[in-house]
């Protein structure tokens, strides 16, 4: 099985930064898509960003200029710097890869189990 553990997660103010850890552990051969989600009281999960090895990154237009993304695949940890955090960034952050296990021929979703970003004064 694969495993996504995230951290980083806090209690920040206005106009603050916080870094997002996430990283996989498991019997992983390759990791394509890795990135992150986000999903805020009352709403629906939404797409933060996501990246895959060789290509631009991929951003939600809320937080283009302010979040980046980045990942480490010697390490399989894809990390997300927030910059410049507004009270609507508040939510739970999931941690998302698309991994093909070894001895496996197909990819597989997984998702971390959340960490919670609260951005108030």
Same mark, same amino acid.
């Given at each position: 099985? @694969? ?8 209690? @920040? ?17 390759? !990791? ?15 797409? @933060? ?9 991929? *951003? ?7 979040? /980046? !993304? ?6 399989? /940890? @894809? ?10 960034? /508040?939510?739970?952050? *999931?941690? *998302? ?25």
């Amino acid at each position: 099985q @694969v495993q996504l553990v995230e951290s980083g997660g806090d209690l @920040v103010q206005p106009g603050g930064s916080l870094r997002l850890s996430c990283a996989a552990s498991g019997i992983i051969a390759v !990791i394509n898509v890795m990135g992150w989600y986000r999903q805020a009281p009352g709403k629906e999960r939404e797409l @933060v960003a996501t990246i895959t090895t060789g290509l631009p990154a991929n *951003y939600a237009d809320g937080v283009k200029g302010r979040f /980046t !993304i980045s990942r480490d695949d010697p390490k399989n /940890t @894809v990390y997300l710097q927030m910059n410049s955090l507004k009270p609507e960034d /508040t939510a739970i952050y *999931y941690c *998302y890869a698309n991994v093909r296990r070894l001895t496996y021929a197909n990819f597989f979703n997984y998702w971390g189990q959340g960490t919670l970003v609260t951005v108030s004064s």
